[in-house]
């Protein structure tokens, strides 16, 4: 007879977890183990309230995501393309969260627990929405569906909140990018997280060409240029080298935005986030802007 299986191993090592903040919600008195792929997803859960015996990247999550803040409890089933099945057996799931994106991975997940899949992102659709009813389906499918309903409206109010904040700028045609280097930048278009956000903030998104669910495949620095009056978002993290030029970088210190005042570097937010996501951009962005010239 085993005394003192994984499970009450695990289970007693996450009951001194506790989360405070308007980040988390307050966890549900009995929680179902989930194992969970998909960072959308992932961060979800946290926000929930619910505290995950395993997900995939870990350590890069706790670079880029950071918020809701992920817990030391947590196994790590490494890559996200092709998760750690012995790490998942081990930590013995109730029920194993994907999105349509690790669907091919069904069938083998499945042999250890029940999987779960819920949609994130669809190629030239915002995703905002999409992400509501999927945070709504986890709650229901964790029954926690109250929970669910609340996260979805108090990041709704969070966002409305920040768009009040940033009135004085509606209508700003503003480019959210990343920079890849120091000639190039790929573009948050419409069906990104960050294009969706920037739109229900009530700016106007600068970059109108086509996006792949993320953001558009590298383009020239002077591409930044063509819409004069456009402010520019740049989402870390920056290449080590592009940090340390770009201050010299004489095309980059040529754009009209970088001239006028109109520029502002976030800190890391999930390209491929969830709710939370969505709302920690919103309060990035409308306290950064706030120091723009208008």
């Known amino acids: 007879m085993r005394m003192f299986g994984r499970r009450a191993f695990l289970a007693g090592s996450m009951a001194a977890v506790t989360f405070s903040g308007s980040d988390v919600l307050p966890a549900v008195a009995a929680q179902k183990r989930v194992a969970v792929i998909d960072w959308a997803h992932l961060e979800t859960c946290l926000a929930l309230g619910i505290t995950p015996v395993a997900g995939s990247e870990l350590r890069q999550y706790r670079k880029i995501v950071r918020v809701p803040e992920m817990p030391d409890t947590v196994a790590d089933l490494g890559l996200r393309g092709s998760p750690n ?111 969706d956000v920037l739109t229900r903030l009530g700016f106007e998104n600068a970059w109108r060409d086509d996006t792949s669910y993320s953001a558009a495949a590298p383009v020239g620095l002077e591409a930044l240029a063509e819409q004069r009056d456009a402010g520019i978002v740049v989402i870390e993290p920056l290449p080590a080298d592009v940090g340390r030029s770009l201050p010299d970088n004489a095309l980059w210190n040529a754009l009209p935005a970088v001239r006028d005042g109109r520029v502002s570097i976030l800190p890391p937010v999930n390209h491929f986030g ?20 208008r």
């Open 85 to 195: 099945l012995e790490m998942l057996r081990f930590v013995e799931p109730d029920i194993t969260v994907i999105s349509q994106f690790y669907e091919y991975q069904t069938a083998t997940l499945a042999t250890v627990a029940p999987v779960l899949s819920l949609p994130s992102y669809e190629a030239g659709t915002p995703p905002y929405g999409l992400l509501e009813n999927s945070a709504v389906a986890l709650g229901e499918a964790l029954a926690i569906r109250p929970a669910a309903e609340r996260l979805v409206s108090e990041v709704a109010d969070d966002i409305e909140a920040a768009r009040e904040r940033v009135i004085p700028f509606s209508g700003q045609p503003v480019h959210v990018i990343s920079l890849g280097d120091s000639r190039h930048f790929r573009a948050f278009g419409a069906d990104s997280l960050m294009g």
């Open 274 to 293: 969830g709710l939370p996501s969505a709302r920690r951009f919103a309060g990035l962005l409308a306290a950064a802007v706030a120091g723009w010239p």
